[in-house]
Nanobody
Framework: QVQLVESGGGLVQPGGSLRLSCAASGSIFSINTMGWHRQAPGKQRELVATITSGGNINYHDSVKGRFIISRDGAKNTVTLQMNSLKPEDTAVYYC????????WGKGTLVTVSS
C-alpha cells in the first residue's frame, strides 16, 4: 500500500502562482511514476503532469510552459509549480503514484478566480 498526502491548494487570482506538494509513504518501489491529475466540475479527470523515477516528464498541452513538475526521490515527494494560472485551471488536483497499480491522494482544491 502507498499513502499520498497533498498540500498547497487554495484560492489565487488569474495570473498568480501556486505550489502543490505530495508526499508518498508506505511500500514505495524505486521505479515508479508520480504525477498530478485534475478534475474540474462536470468533467472527467485528466492528466496534468507526470515524472518517472528516471526523470522523464510529460505535461498536458494546456499547461506546457506554465507548470513545472519535479520530484525528490530520496524524500518520495513530487511538486507541481503552477504559474500564470487561468480560471480554467480550477479543479481538484490529485496526486498519483503508479507502479503496477495506481494510488491516489484525497485531492486538493485549486480555485483561480478574481
Amino acid at each position: 500500500q502507498v499513502q499520498l498526502v497533498e498540500s498547497g491548494g487554495g484560492l489565487v487570482q488569474p495570473g498568480g502562482s501556486l505550489r502543490l506538494s505530495c508526499a508518498a509513504s508506505g511500500s514505495i518501489f524505486s521505479i515508479n511514476t508520480m504525477g498530478w491529475h485534475r478534475q474540474a466540475p462536470g468533467k472527467q479527470r485528466e492528466l496534468v503532469a507526470t515524472i518517472t523515477s528516471g526523470g522523464n516528464i510529460n505535461y498536458h498541452d494546456s499547461v506546457k510552459g506554465r507548470f513545472i513538475i519535479s520530484r525528490d526521490g530520496a524524500k518520495n515527494t513530487v511538486t507541481l509549480q503552477m504559474n500564470s494560472l487561468k480560471p480554467e485551471d480550477t479543479a481538484v488536483y490529485y496526486c498519483n503514484y503508479h507502479f503496477v497499480v495506481d494510488y491516489w491522494g484525497k485531492g486538493t482544491l485549486v480555485t483561480v478566480s478574481s
